[in-house]
């Protein structure tokens, strides 16, 4: 497993490749039934894999990526765990440690490196990103005095990202990265794009749900998640991938009506499709707005499964053909959307809304790509 | 070799596609989105068809990635950490199975949650299926490890 936080993967330095390697031949496992868990192989399977646990451990003994960095000031002794070891680095620039290091890049944790630092140094503060997972292991369940310091012991925050500033902090050395705000900057809320279908889909419903009432609404992981934020408000539910869908089925279960699920097409096809199926199997009445943008849009606009075949997979998995109602999310048809929307709720059964109109920045994003190549045809 | 000014997430595929993988399965999610992307529009990657389509979710991709390997051919899989959650029951049982090409699994956390639900910590997932955890430093690391990883 490769495990990296997003200040390492959405910041950029300068990398040096290594010579290309040439792709494996096709070539099947020498043992036909290695993936086959039956029981009674999937035991011998297990002792397989905790018998090479040793065999890790030596690797990470051995590894380049944990790297012990002795000093004389043994007062102290610090384990930094990834991208911890850079903000390390930015303490102290050129790896001039006063205190000994131990740089972790690879598990099972070194036996032997990180006995060597506890034992040797007063102290040992754990930085890592994350959970305290380290610092758990180091400090014990009953070891309230222990001398490993850390998330646990309130050296450093339980919670959120760790930075240059929070591990000068813990060493006691002064802040000095980065710049205070300003006053004149005002916190800015993400919110939904200026001609975003979504907007539309929010509008309409708020009106049909004038009706109805209130807190009836679940939905997803999505750019239309933004729709709990004011001016719409409109949704009561964000937990993961397809719950919408599920929740408003429990929630019809429990007597909740009308019951309304608002997903997007690829969250959909991600892990909703089952969870509706569940609806249909028992008839749950329960209205699933699929907004279709035709894209991943949070993510930046990544190809949708769902693009072209919606409506096909809704009717096959077994919502009623007249119940699956496709409309525009625009200004313009905002009454057919609230009365349509008011039709499926009152309907006892599983209906699916899809308003269809696509994501505004793949749009635009199209729209310049065509403009260019017309220009370049031009010349 | 040569020098190249890259994203983490970047490095991680550049590193795979220099290890020799043949292919790459992911979801979309923040921050691990970019290892994919990048892979769709390398020149290498296009030249050798190294697959980079997107799967339908986690556990899909983690499947696949489990296939390619079955076949003995390199494979990674990329997702964000809520990611591993859906692909969990694939993930966990691949370290049982073991692989028969080598099989890189990318994992991107988000403490302080720029972007996600929660900031749990995938190395706990990687202890709990008992497999080793590379956690890079700097890019160069990013690369290396994932180079020498898959």
Redesign the interface.
């Known amino acids: 497993?490769?495990?990296?936080?997003?200040r390492?993967?959405?910041?950029?330095?300068?990398?040096?490749?290594?010579?290309?390697?040439?792709?494996?031949?096709?070539?099947?496992?020498e043992d036909p039934i290695?993936?086959v868990?039956l029981p009674s192989n999937?035991r011998k399977?297990?002792k397989?894999?905790?018998s090479?646990?040793s065999l890790?451990e030596q690797?990470?003994e051995r590894s380049s990526?944990n790297t012990y960095y002795p000093a004389r000031n043994k007062s102290l002794g610090i384990i930094?765990?990834?991208?911890?070891?850079?903000y390390l680095m930015e303490n102290y620039p050129e790896r001039k440690f006063p205190h000994p290091v131990l740089?972790?890049?690879?598990?099972?944790l070194p036996f032997s490196k990180v006995e060597k630092i506890v034992n040797e140094c007063e102290q040992v503060l754990i930085l890592e990103?994350?959970?305290p997972?380290v610092e758990e292991m180091l400090k014990g369940y009953l070891d309230k005095n222990s001398k490993i310091k850390g998330r646990l012991d309130g050296t450093i925050p339980r919670?959120?990202?760790?930075n240059p500033d929070i591990v000068a902090k813990a060493l006691g050395k002064e802040v000095k990265f980065g710049m205070k705000v300003p006053d004149i900057v005002a916190n800015r809320p993400p919110e939904l794009c200026a001609g975003c279908s979504h907007r539309d889909i929010y509008n309409a419903l708020n009106e049909t749900m004038k009706e109805f009432g209130k807190q009836k609404v679940f939905s997803d992981?999505g750019c239309y998640t933004l729709g709990a934020l004011p001016p719409w408000n409109s949704i009561n539910s964000?937990?993961?991938?397809g719950a919408s869908i599920t929740m408003a089925k429990g929630a019809a279960d429990a007597g909740v009506h009308p019951s309304i699920a608002v997903i997007g097409d690829s969250t959909f096809?991600?892990?909703g499709m089952t969870a509706l199926l569940d609806c249909v199997y028992e008839n749950t009445p329960v209205t699933v707005i699929i907004s279709d943008n035709g894209t991943?849009g949070?993510?930046?606009g990544?190809?949708s499964?769902a693009t072209g075949r919606l409506e096909e997979i809704c009717i096959g998995l077994g919502v009623k053909p007249e119940h699956v109602r496709v409309l525009t999310p625009l200004p313009k048809y905002h009454d057919e959307m609230v009365n349509v929307l008011r039709e499926e709720m009152l309907y006892e059964g599983v209906s699916v809304v899809i308003p269809r109109r696509e994501c505004i920045q793949t749009l635009g994003r199209i729209k310049k790509e065509v403009k260019v190549k017309v220009e370049e045809v031009v010349k | 070799?040569?020098?190249?000014?890259?994203?983490?997430?970047e490095?991680?595929a550049?590193g795979a596609?220099?290890?020799?993988?043949?292919g790459v399965y992911a979801?979309?999610?923040?921050?691990?989105?970019?290892i994919t992307?990048y892979v769709q529009h390398n020149k290498?990657a296009i030249e050798?068809k190294l697959h980079s389509?997107?799967s339908?979710?986690e556990k899909t991709a983690m499947e696949a990635g489990?296939g390619m390997s079955?076949?003995?051919?390199?494979a990674m899989v990329c997702m964000k950490h809520?990611g591993l959650?859906?692909a969990a029951d694939a993930f966990i049982?691949s370290?049982?199975?073991?692989v028969?090409?080598?099989l890189?699994?990318?994992?991107?956390?988000?403490?302080?949650m720029?972007?996600s639900?929660n900031?749990?910590?995938?190395?706990?997932?990687?202890?709990f299926?008992?497999?080793?955890?590379?956690?890079?430093?700097?890019?160069?690391?990013?690369?290396?490890?994932?180079?020498e990883?898959i």
């Open positions: 497993m490769m495990r990296i936080t997003t390492l993967s959405h910041s950029r330095a300068g990398i040096e490749t290594r010579p290309l390697k040439q792709e494996n031949k096709l070539k099947y496992p290695q993936f868990l999937a399977r297990y397989g894999l905790l090479l646990q890790m690797e990470s990526f930094a765990c990834g991208i911890a070891f850079n740089q972790l890049g690879q598990y099972p990103d994350g959970y997972l919670d959120g990202e760790l992981i964000c937990v993961d991938m096809t991600h892990s991943t949070m993510t930046g990544q190809a499964h | 070799m040569e020098k190249l000014l890259l994203l983490g997430a490095a991680i550049q596609i220099d290890g020799g993988m043949s979801y979309p999610g923040t921050p691990s989105t970019e992307e290498v050798r389509q997107w339908a979710n489990l079955y076949a003995g051919k390199r809520v959650n859906v049982n370290a049982i199975t073991g028969n090409g080598g890189i699994v990318a994992v991107a956390d988000d403490p302080s720029h972007s639900q900031e749990q910590d995938s190395r706990f997932f990687g202890k299926a008992m497999i080793p955890i590379f956690e890079p430093a700097s890019q160069q690391e990013a690369y290396d490890m994932t180079y990883g």
